[in-house]
């Protein structure tokens, strides 16, 4: 059910998610070659700044295998996935709302052009990190083939709470202005700029209610620690995205008579 739409429609998607990611840059000279320069000159500061300037320690780091701006990148690359789709899906009905009076015309398909974009950007985004561990330490870890197997639940918990907000974005507008706050509120609360590690040991269980913990922890474990994935927690995250998937579609579909009365 949740792969039928894509399946059924996936030249649909994929057209639209191509239309989407060119028309960003659209106008400017450097086209699509601006996704590669924005995250290229994001890492290297990063590394300059918190590397070189403020220096800091990290447990996690062990035998200078990794500089902390590349930590920090790979957190980043998760949260900044998960809010690009979520920031966006509040809208996606509203702003394609010629759409919903055409009977043929697949709404569901919706979240899945934004995840196409959100996919292309991270992977662009993981292929400059990975550049950047490769001149830094001449070598690459076996691990990061474990990528499109880490991002496969990642993407069914962030397409279920897409369709979810996609829904609810229709009947109150409020919406896109909480997942705004609560995007910035996230990112300080999933360990991007530190370890789970770094919290007391009474606090670090509630750290994995944050549906993108694991997912910055075994992100930096399989690109930068050359850690296998850890493999029971991935089953678990996995049951658990394929619920939320489910639910948020269910959700959608049950609400998507009323889009029309409303738009």
């Not at 450097?30 to 403020?54: A, D, K, Q, T």
């Not at 990148?73 to 949260?79: D, E, I, K, N, R």
């Not at 709470?161 to 990112?187: E, N």
């Not at 639910?247 to 409303?262: H, N, Y």
């Amino acid at each position: 059910m949740i792969f039928a739409c894509l399946i059924r429609h996936r030249d649909l998607i994929l057209q639209l998610a191509k239309r989407e990611v060119i028309g960003r840059y659209r106008g400017s000279v450097m086209g699509v070659l601006w996704s590669i320069v924005h995250p290229l000159v994001m890492v290297v500061v990063y590394m300059l700044v918190f590397h070189v300037v403020f220096n800091p320690k990290w447990e996690m780091q062990t035998e200078g295998r990794a500089e902390f701006g590349l930590f920090l990148f790979a957190g980043l690359l998760v949260h900044s996935f998960f809010v690009e789709c979520a920031s966006r899906a509040p809208n996606l009905v509203v702003n394609h709302g010629n759409y919903v009076k055409k009977i043929m015309f697949p709404l569901e398909i919706l979240p899945w052009v934004s995840l196409g974009s959100a996919l292309f950007h991270a992977s662009v985004s993981v292929g400059v990190l990975l550049l950047c561990y490769g001149f830094i330490h001449l070598t690459l870890n076996w691990t990061v083939m474990l990528f499109p197997v880490l991002m496969l639940p990642l993407v069914l918990m962030v397409l279920g709470f897409s369709w979810f907000l996609a829904s609810v974005g229709v009947f109150l507008r409020d919406v896109g202005q909480v997942i705004g706050v609560s995007s910035s509120v996230m990112l300080f609360l999933s360990p991007v700029f530190y370890p789970v590690s770094a919290l007391p040991a009474a606090f670090q269980p509630l750290m994995y209610l944050n549906p993108l913990t694991f997912q910055v922890e075994q992100m930096r474990n399989i690109l930068i620690m050359g850690k296998p994935l850890a493999w029971q927690g991935l089953a678990i995250y996995f049951l658990c995205s394929v619920l939320v998937a489910w639910l948020g579609l269910w959700w959608f579909q049950k609400t998507r008579k009323g889009f029309a009365d409303v738009l």
